[in-house]
């Protein structure tokens, strides 16, 4: 008898199976970890235009960021969360687009670059196409710019994917132990 009462040649058909889920959940993460570093959706403008025409390529959720540089400075100005103010409006029909702010950002995301990019809010893009967005200026640091990336889902979308990558990498290589174990007759 092997592990709680198991038979060897039932662990021999279970510890791959272990290692083949742990397999796919580790893929899943790893993807929406990617998703999340490197988003499908990325435009960057900066905070002195007043209107920018951006492209859309697929229909969904997007979200603003004020992304900020790297810098060795002990003092800088504060992040306006709630100075922003985006009007999205579809380039030809003139639809307006309903933005969401958000009041509360605890969501900060950084990039490779180690550029800091803090959530001003989102808007649900409902057809393909080119869309006018407008804002009032807003002086900030000479490098800060603000940028627009499809939805990643916030924290605890992040939560459940940093769970997702540890569950699926203690049962891969568990599995993968466990089998090699078993198939050498040492439990």
Not at 121 to 137: A, L, M, R
Not at 149 to 170: A, E, K, R
Request: glycine share 8%; charged share 20%.
């Amino acid at each position: 008898m092997g592990v709680s009462g198991l038979s060897p040649s039932m662990l021999k058909i279970i510890f791959p199976f272990v290692f083949l889920g742990g397999s796919i959940v580790l893929y899943y993460g790893v993807k929406k970890a990617k998703r999340l570093i490197f988003p499908d959706f990325r435009e960057d403008f900066l905070l002195s235009q007043e209107k920018i025409t951006i492209y859309f390529p697929e229909i969904g959720k997007y979200q603003f960021f004020y992304c900020r540089k790297p810098k060795f400075k002990i003092i800088r100005k504060p992040i306006p969360f709630r100075g922003f103010e985006f009007k999205v409006t579809h380039a030809f029909s003139s639809e307006e687009i309903p933005y969401t702010a958000d009041f509360i950002s605890f969501f900060t995301r950084s990039d490779l670059k180690a550029v800091r990019a803090h959530s001003l809010g989102e808007i649900n893009i409902p057809k393909v196409g080119k869309y006018d967005i407008s804002y009032s200026p807003f002086v900030g640091e000479p490098d800060d710019f603000l940028s627009v990336m499809s939805y990643h889902g916030g924290v605890l979308d992040t939560f459940f994917m940093v769970w997702t990558i540890l569950i699926g990498s203690f049962m891969t290589l568990g599995g993968l132990i466990m089998s090699m174990v078993v198939w050498q007759g040492r439990l």
